[in-house]
């Protein structure tokens, strides 16, 4: 799963060395970006992953569940959904100079969607595809979220 940001680590460093004149300039602002993209995607994927779930859980049972059920929740959010969150973050700040308009919010919940279906297909549960499609539509919302904040507005120039 880590292994799609150090790839685009050594895309976005083999593709800016020429512009930026060197690649160790190259690396340390991909570093930068990584850095800043996983900690924002770490810090809020996984709460707004969580809410996603608790409001999919909530309709499908056909009432509003019990806020409590959210905190409870939250105790297997960030155990499940930091890797996935961690590794979509560092995704998108390693792609960040290739990203702009709609791109940064169509690619953050894309890949926020298959890197959280992978632990839930890789447990193999009983369930397997229903789960892993909560757990997708989970890592989607959070990573459109997420991307949203990161980059800002769509149109918008981003710093």
Same mark, same amino acid.
Not at 78 to 104: D, E, N, Q, S, V
């Given at each position: 799963?880590?292994?799609?940001?150090?790839?685009?680590?050594?895309?976005?460093?083999?593709?800016?060395?020429?512009?930026?004149? /060197?690649?160790?300039?190259?690396?340390?602002?991909?570093?930068?970006?990584?850095?800043?993209?996983?900690?924002?995607?770490?810090?809020?994927?996984?709460?707004?992953?969580? %809410?996603?779930?608790?409001?999919?859980? /909530?309709?499908?049972?056909?009432?509003?569940?019990?806020?409590?059920?959210?905190?409870?929740?939250?105790?297997?959010?960030?155990?499940?959904?930091?890797? =996935?969150?961690?590794?979509?973050?560092? %995704?998108?700040?390693?792609?960040?100079?290739?990203?702009?308009?709609?791109?940064?919010?169509?690619?953050?919940? *894309?890949?926020?969607?298959?890197?959280?279906?992978?632990?839930?297909? *890789?447990?193999?549960?009983?369930?397997?595809?229903?789960?892993?499609?909560?757990?997708?539509?989970?890592?989607?919302?959070?990573?459109?979220?997420?991307?949203?904040?990161?980059?800002?507005? =769509?149109?918008?120039? /981003?710093?």
């Amino acid at each position: 799963m880590l292994i799609f940001p150090v790839l685009a680590a050594v895309f976005r460093i083999w593709a800016s060395a020429g512009v930026d004149g /060197s690649a160790r300039i190259s690396a340390w602002d991909c570093v930068v970006d990584q850095f800043k993209g996983g900690a924002l995607f770490v810090a809020v994927g996984p709460l707004v992953g969580t %809410l996603a779930a608790y409001l999919a859980v /909530s309709l499908k049972a056909g009432t509003v569940l019990n806020p409590l059920a959210a905190l409870f929740l939250l105790l297997f959010a960030y155990p499940m959904g930091a890797i =996935p969150a961690m590794a979509t973050g560092a %995704l998108i700040g390693a792609l960040k100079p290739w990203l702009w308009g709609w791109r940064p919010l169509a690619m953050s919940s *894309a890949m926020g969607a298959l890197l959280s279906s992978i632990p839930s297909l *890789a447990a193999g549960s009983a369930r397997g595809l229903s789960d892993a499609a909560l757990f997708a539509a989970c890592g989607g919302v959070a990573g459109l979220a997420c991307a949203r904040l990161f980059f800002g507005a =769509p149109g918008k120039a /981003s710093g």
